[in-house]
């Protein structure tokens, strides 16, 4: 199971740092997914992270959101710049095998962690 952590209130233009942690499973194998979901609307990908590194962001997010990952804490990583109030959702972090984009694919999920974006 994995843990989100590092939400909270902030205003538009601020930033947060969210962590990922799991327990009794490496992310050094595993492609790591952040997802958010905002009230009323589906769960969707934000940015990923490959076993090997490589990074996909959602159009949305491109230039003001950064995944990262630190194999030997065993932690990943989203750092939120410019925050947005369409930002705000509860954001969670999953993992899967190879490389995708499809939620169906990403598992482990644990509680997600709120953001909220004041105007």
């Known amino acids: 199971q994995l843990q989100a952590s590092g939400g909270g209130l902030v205003q538009a233009g601020g930033s947060l740092r969210l962590s990922c942690a799991a327990s009794g499973r490496s992310f050094s194998r595993y492609t790591v997914g952040w997802f958010h979901q905002a009230p009323g609307k589906e769960r969707e990908l934000v940015a990923a992270i490959s076993s090997g590194g490589s990074e996909y962001y959602a159009d949305s997010v491109k230039g003001r959101f950064t995944i990262s990952k630190d194999n030997a804490k065993n932690m990943v990583y989203l750092q939120m710049n410019d925050l947005k109030p369409e930002d705000t959702a509860v954001y969670y972090c999953?993992?899967?095998?190879?490389?995708?984009?499809?939620?169906?694919?990403?598992?482990?999920w644990g509680q997600g962690t709120l953001v909220t974006v004041s105007s």
């Open positions: 999953a993992v899967t095998w190879g490389w995708t984009r499809s939620r169906d694919e990403f598992g482990s």
